[in-house]
């Protein structure tokens, strides 16, 4: 993949899987501009990779345009979004409810999607096209018990990203979502004892999977990151239409 000279803005880049994707596009030859809260992570990388990290909290509609304006303003342009920070909700239902956590967990996973692709469109669109990549989650195709309200989320991001992908496929802007199993990140603290022994992929795997999404002519689509499984398009079963 030749991608010398594309610039791509990566949220929750300074580590986990927003880090391993940004070392990846660096070794092939991208300008990466790293956004997150973690200035000290954020900063260390971004001078290893020869890039730029910009302080984002992507519950921030501004901070989001002000990463895509130093993105611009440093490299000359935008090709890639790659709309990567999560967190864990860390709540439950019913007595376990707290309003302040899932409040967060919503604001991260989903309004920092919704602000970051209304960030990115307007830098795409001055490059003749680009690629927007949100990571979703498995727990937006299946049931996830131990976490519900974090399923909610990654499903409403698998929603938005299936029909944005051909609201902007004439403009040449490719909008796909990563749906990662359980991967090696924060996330994960506080679930391991829930999770047992299930396998848990490492970030590398993630990246991979990127690259291959990045790679592809498809929009619109949600594509299983599991252990041992081919890295492919999920396949919807058809919605039934109406009866005359």
């Given at each position: 993949?030749?991608?010398?000279?594309?610039?791509?803005?990566?949220?929750?880049?300074?580590?986990?899987?927003?880090?391993?994707?940004?070392?990846?596009?660096?070794?092939?030859?991208?300008?990466?501009?790293?956004?997150?809260?973690?200035?000290?992570?954020?900063?260390?990388?971004?001078?290893?990779?020869?890039?730029?990290?910009?302080?984002?909290?992507?519950?921030?509609?501004?901070?989001?345009?002000?990463?895509?304006?130093?993105?611009?303003?440093?490299?000359?342009?935008?090709?890639?979004?790659?709309?990567?920070?999560?967190?864990?909700?860390?709540?439950?239902?019913?007595?376990?409810?707290?309003?302040?956590?899932?409040?967060?967990?919503?604001?991260?996973?989903?309004?920092?999607?919704?602000?970051?692709?209304?960030?990115?469109?307007?830098?795409?669109?001055?490059?003749?096209?680009?690629?927007?990549?949100?990571?979703?989650?498995?727990?937006?195709?299946?049931?996830?018990?131990?976490?519900?309200?974090?399923?909610?989320?990654?499903?409403?991001?698998?929603?938005?990203?299936?029909?944005?992908?051909?609201?902007?496929?004439?403009?040449?802007?490719?909008?796909?979502?990563?749906?990662p199993s359980f991967a090696e990140t924060a996330i994960l603290d506080g679930l391991r004892e829930a999770l047992g022994s299930f396998p848990i992929l490492d970030v590398e795997t993630v990246a991979d999977a990127f690259l291959k999404i990045l790679d592809s002519?498809?929009?619109?689509?949600?594509?299983?990151?599991?252990?041992?499984?081919?890295?492919?398009?999920?396949?919807?079963?058809?919605?039934?239409?109406?009866?005359?």
């Amino acid at each position: 993949m030749e991608l010398h000279g594309k610039v791509a803005w990566i949220t929750g880049g300074a580590a986990g899987i927003g880090a391993a994707v940004a070392r990846r596009l660096a070794g092939l030859g991208a300008h990466v501009v790293l956004a997150d809260v973690d200035t000290a992570g954020g900063e260390k990388l971004a001078a290893e990779l020869g890039g730029l990290f910009v302080r984002c909290d992507v519950r921030e509609p501004a901070e989001s345009v002000k990463a895509v304006e130093a993105a611009v303003a440093r490299f000359g342009g935008l090709d890639i979004a790659f709309l990567n920070a999560g967190v864990a909700t860390g709540s439950g239902m019913g007595e376990f409810f707290d309003v302040e956590r899932y409040r967060r967990a919503m604001s991260i996973n989903l309004d920092g999607v919704v602000y970051g692709v209304n960030a990115a469109l307007p830098a795409l669109r001055a490059r003749g096209g680009g690629q927007i990549i949100a990571t979703a989650s498995m727990a937006g195709l299946t049931p996830m018990p131990i976490d519900p309200l974090y399923a909610a989320n990654k499903t409403a991001v698998v929603g938005l990203i299936r029909s944005l992908g051909p609201a902007y496929e004439g403009e040449n802007i490719k909008v796909n979502a990563l749906c990662p199993s359980f991967a090696e990140t924060a996330i994960l603290d506080g679930l391991r004892e829930a999770l047992g022994s299930f396998p848990i992929l490492d970030v590398e795997t993630v990246a991979d999977a990127f690259l291959k999404i990045l790679d592809s002519d498809l929009v619109g689509q949600a594509w299983p990151v599991v252990p041992g499984r081919d890295i492919e398009p999920f396949r919807f079963r058809g919605v039934p239409g109406p009866r005359s």
